[in-house]
Nanobody
Framework: QVQLVESGGGLVQAGASLRLSCAAS???????MGWFRQAPGKERTFVGT???????YYADSVKGRFTISRDNAKNTVYLQMNSLKPEDTAVYYC???????????????WGQGTQVTVSS
């Protein structure tokens, strides 16, 4: 069983940076860790993901602005968000999957989410 807890969300102005953390408890060895987001009234969408070995894959909408990293010793995954835009406003979720995929249906474990609000 894996439990995920996100933190680091908040209210920032456009152009600012924010770093989200996702602390995992339980066995995450060889799991890919993904980030998703859900804006009000919209479906949950893929942000990016990272393998246990550090390979990453991003959605086009965040490529070049967001960076995912992980510290396997601390069982923690990070989402560094730079040059934030109002359209990045959403609840951000981390999730764990056995594969490097963007399909949310493949992810087995989910955190409770953390709110990110970007003001213009």
């Amino acid at each position: 069983q894996v439990q995920l807890v996100e933190s680091g969300g908040g209210l920032v102005q456009a152009g600012a940076s924010l770093r989200l953390s996702c602390a995992a408890s339980g066995r995450t060895f060889n799991y890919a860790m993904g980030w998703f987001r859900q804006a009000p009234g919209k479906e949950r969408t893929f942000v990016g993901t990272i393998t246990y070995g550090g390979n990453t894959y991003y959605a086009d909408s965040v490529k070049g602005r967001f960076t995912i990293s992980r510290d396997n010793a601390k069982n923690t995954v990070y989402l560094q968000m730079n040059s934030l835009k109002p359209e990045d406003t959403a609840v951000y979720y981390c999730a764990a999957a056995r594969f490097l995929v963007s399909d949310s249906n493949v992810y087995e474990y989910w955190g409770q989410g953390t709110q990110v609000t970007v003001s213009s």
